[in-house]
T-cell receptor, first 119, second 111 residues
């Protein structure tokens, strides 16, 4: 089945620094990837839709200048949390859909997530 | 906008059957998905429905009624390892086929 790889799995950084998270589709091409954030005991909240070769689409309330998304190839999207603060500590998860099939509503496949702790 | 509702918590006994309900209101409906998530891990795909009816996959089945905005996930022969959060998610065609998740139902399986 489709595999999405996310790196790093855990990162601890100091307040004010930036952190880059990578999301790769390993055995399929993903023109679109989705970035979610999950706080403890809460559900996944969509942050942005990453589009290959164009600007990301951000959900309401998500600061695009703080959460920089780059989708430079069909297999790689990156999320950079700039000037991180303790309130940015969360579980960040990327996902992608293998669109090689007929239907556009095929399931999303998730990376293993990145647990970010900002001290 | 969209509204997705599912129970917060459920408890069931090992070997039993449990049904987790999900109701939704959305525009541009493009599928209803169920995911399982263990604490601290990413969600894993379980099942999805695009058309009305029942989809069966081993111990897991999912049902959809689009006219009622209703779905359920049925888990049979419960095992302790089934203790997890179960997320109902709605696909929205008009927004790049993104998935919007409900808050999740924490299922506790007791022996």
């Amino acid at each position: 089945g489709a595999v999405v790889s996310q790196h790093p799995s855990r990162v601890i950084c100091k307040s004010g620094t930036s952190v880059k998270i990578e999301c790769r589709s390993l055995d399929f091409q993903a023109t679109t990837m989705f970035w979610y954030r999950q706080f403890p005991k809460q559900s996944l909240m969509l942050m942005a839709t990453s589009n290959e070769g164009s600007k990301a689409t951000y959900e309401q309330g998500v600061e695009k200048d703080k959460f920089l998304i780059n989708h430079a190839s069909l297999t790689l999207s990156t999320l950079t949390v700039t000037s991180a603060h303790p309130e940015d500590s969360s579980f960040y998860i990327c996902s992608a859909r293998d669109k090689s099939g007929v239907f556009d509503n095929s399931p999303l496949h998730f990376g293993n997530g990145t647990r970010l702790t900002v001290t | 906008g969209q509204n997705i509702d599912q129970p917060t918590e459920m408890t069931a006994t090992e070997g039993a059957i449990v049904q987790i309900n999900c109701t939704y209101q959305t525009s541009g409906f493009n599928g209803l998905f169920w995911y399982q998530q263990h604490a601290g891990e990413a969600p894993t795909f379980l099942s999805y429905n695009v058309l009305d009816g029942l989809e069966e996959k081993g111990r897991f089945s999912s049902f959809l009624s689009r006219s009622k905005g209703y779905s359920y996930l049925l888990l049979k022969e419960l095992q302790m390892k089934d203790s997890a959060s179960y997320l109902c998610a709605v696909g929205r065609m008009e927004y790049g086929n993104k998935l919007v998740f409900g808050a999740g139902t924490i299922l506790r399986v007791k022996s």
